[in-house]
Antibody, heavy 117, light 110 residues
Framework: EAQLVESGGDSVQPGGSLRLSCTGS????????LTWVRQAPGKGLEWVAN????????FYADPVKGRFTISRDNDKKSLYLQLNNLRADDTAIYFC??????????WGQGTLVTVSS | QSALTQPPSASGSPGQSVTISCTGT?????????VSWYQQHPGKAPKLIIY???KRPSGVPDRFSASKSGNTAFLTVSGLQAEDEADYYC??????????FGTGTKVTVL
């Protein structure tokens, strides 16, 4: 069965940077669009970014545009999210997920990013 | 990219039905048949229960059904069971490769 596992979450100061990773297994990683979704503590889900199968098309939600960068390495079956210039309102659990038929059918367990001084 | 509007809460007794609405605009829900619904239990990752407005992934009980009318999508949970108590989120394609989630609805089984 398909599986996604995130890592890299940590506690950082405002203005800091972090790189999240998501490793896939159990499916042909290079065949799927992938996405990052975040959830602030006690809040709802928020779409963050998408990337196509080849890494050539990338799309971002307005709140993270210019600060976050999504990328992937299909040889390593890994998805990444580079978070720069972090703000307190970026504090959230970050999930990676696989796109299938315009929905996200497999999700990781999430990794927590805390931005605080 | 404004969040889709869902009622904060909904409830029903075991065996009853509950319907959750998800209201967007003609630029998202009303413009595309790409609405999906997710169930999330506390501390867990979301689970896809509906895709492409009305379709259920393999393994999702047929107690879960969905529809769309204009700019509003609906999720109905029939024959409520204790394990259906969870948060439910809609998500829609919003054009130009952006997506938007709903505000979320907490379903309580009384």
């Amino acid at each position: 069965e398909a599986q996604l596992v995130e890592s890299g979450g940590d506690s950082v100061q405002p203005g800091g940077s972090l790189r999240l990773s998501c490793t896939g297994s159990g499916f042909t990683f290079s065949s799927y669009w992938l996405t990052w979704v975040r959830q602030a503590p006690g809040k709802g889900l928020e779409w963050v970014a998408n990337i196509n199968q080849y890494g050539s098309e990338k799309f971002y939600a307005d709140p993270v545009k210019g600060r976050f960068t999504i990328s992937r390495d299909n040889d390593k079956k890994s998805l990444y999210l580079q978070l720069n210039n972090l703000r307190a309102d970026d504090t959230a659990i970050y999930f990676c997920a696989r796109y299938w038929r315009w929905g996200c059918d497999y999700w990781g367990q999430g990794t927590l990013v805390t931005v605080s001084s | 990219q404004s969040a889709l509007t869902q009622p904060p809460s909904a409830s029903g007794s075991p065996g009853q039905s509950v319907t959750i609405s998800c209201t967007g605009t003609s630029s998202d829900v009303g413009g595309y048949n790409y609405v999906s619904w997710y169930q999330q239990h506390p501390g867990k990752a979301p689970k896809l229960i509906i895709y492409e407005v009305t379709k259920r992934p393999s393994g999702v009980p047929d107690r879960f059904s969905a529809s769309k009318s204009g700019n509003t999508a609906f999720l109905t949970v029939s024959g409520l069971q204790a394990e259906d108590e969870a948060d439910y989120y809609c998500k829609s394609y919003g054009g130009y490769n952006v997506y938007v989630f709903g505000t979320g609805t907490k379903v309580t089984v009384l």
